[in-house]
């Protein structure tokens, strides 16, 4: 049983059985670790639990998530509900942009449906949950738990194509048409939506595991089983490792052949092209940035969390601000994006202002008329 193991399973034993199961649960890892005389206290509601492996000491403070937990919610929901506009943003005008309208934008637009249907499982499902602590929505959180997971799975899936795209249109621009003409990209992401659905299916339904919110907690967690444990680590964070590697390969290869082939360029059509690409290169080396940040705070710096809150950032919090990373990434990195929404707010503030002036005539005709004749009074002297 590895630290983040231990500390989990002592976090939800703590709130469904008491610090009593929490001694026990110490005293049966003595195997694994040396535990100095288990410290519990009950002071103010608050657990202290000191655990020691190889002589280093991990102090555990207050994880009590019966307070504070519409703090909590109302912390995750306003979070999500950003990353699901950004997300649903990129949706609605992607079309629209020139710069887009390839195979990287249907890749993008594929990444940005995805990461919709999972920011809206944070805003209308986990937030809400955590918020007014239901004991049926806690009691299904294992299937919403499974969609949430699939559909993280795809983006992961989603981003190593993307970072695929960006490769072969900066290293073998030759083959990029050939590869990712509209028939294969549409087979690529379909492919990969089938298997991120068929990947989840299998090891969290075919498989003893689950992944699921304890009642009255912030944080989804698998299931305690053995064949759970090789599914978190192997199925989950070692292939998305992978992934990640991958994907910073192919992402510091293309910058890196961006940025050599720009020192030959002259005419001006060519170096606007090179700052699209390099851009749209850009944005999928920023979103396997954040990616890997994730992964890293998720399963390995959780594991030294002191308190609820560092516990809940580490978790909760990283797994959502991830997906909606993803669309605010692909506003910022896109000139066309950013071009569209000027012209969005300009349009609107000039139909207020219409809207506005047709009021003031309906409302007051008699002073609109006698100011339109002083006007034109004023004219003809």
């Known amino acids: 049983m590895d630290r983040l193991s231990l500390q989990t399973m002592i976090f939800v034993s703590l709130f469904h059985n008491g610090h009593h199961a929490v001694n026990n649960l110490v005293m049966t890892s003595m195997n ?7 410290l519990v206290s009950l002071l103010s509601n608050q657990i202290f639990l000191l655990y020691t492996r190889e002589g280093e000491s991990f102090p555990m403070g207050d994880f009590d998530t019966s307070k504070d937990y519409r703090i909590a919610g109302a912390i995750l929901f306003p979070m999500a509900l950003v990353g699901l506009t950004c997300n649903l943003g990129v ?65 992961c899936y989603s981003h190593v194509c993307i970072s695929f795209n960006r490769f072969v249109a900066v290293c073998a621009p030759m083959s990029y048409a050939r590869l990712f003409r509209k028939s294969v ?35 989804f967690i698998f299931k305690d089983t053995p064949s759970c444990k090789i599914v978190m680590w192997y199925g989950d964070f070692l292939l998305n490792s992978i992934s990640v590697i991958v994907v910073a390969i192919m992402d510091i290869s293309s910058i890196a052949r961006l940025h050599c082939y720009s020192v ?35 399963f390995l710096l959780s594991g030294y969390s002191r308190n609820k809150w560092e516990a809940f950032a580490l978790t909760s919090m990283s797994w959502c601000l991830v997906n909606g990373m993803d669309g605010l990434i692909v506003l910022v990195c896109n000139r066309d994006f950013r071009r569209q929404i000027k012209k969005m707010v300009k349009y609107r503030r000039h139909n207020h202002q219409v809207g506005t002036l047709s009021m003031a005539t309906t409302t007051h005709p008699a002073s609109c008329m006698a100011t339109s004749s002083m006007h034109h009074h004023h004219n003809r002297n």
């Open 32 to 38: 694994r670790f040396t535990v100095s005389a288990p």
């Open 91 to 155: 949706v609605s005008f992607l079309r629209a942009m020139p710069s887009l309208r390839n195979s990287f934008g249907s890749l993008t637009l594929s990444q940005a449906i995805v990461d919709s249907i999972h920011q809206m499982l944070f805003a209308f499902y986990f937030a809400p949950t955590i918020y007014f602590r239901n004991k049926f929505m806690y009691s299904i959180s294992d299937h919403l738990g499974f969609a949430t997971l699939t559909a993280y799975q795809i983006c």
């Open 185 to 219: 990209t549409l087979k690529i992401i379909a492919l990969y939506w089938i298997l991120g659905i068929c990947h989840m299916t299998f090891m969290l339904r075919y498989v003893d595991c689950a992944l699921y919110l304890p009642e009255g907690t912030w944080i």
């Open 264 to 298: 030959h360029l002259t005419d001006e059509v060519s170096v606007q092209r090179r700052k699209t690409k390099m851009n749209l290169t850009y944005q999928a080396a920023l979103q396997g940035i954040c990616f890997i940040s994730e992964l890293l705070t998720y």
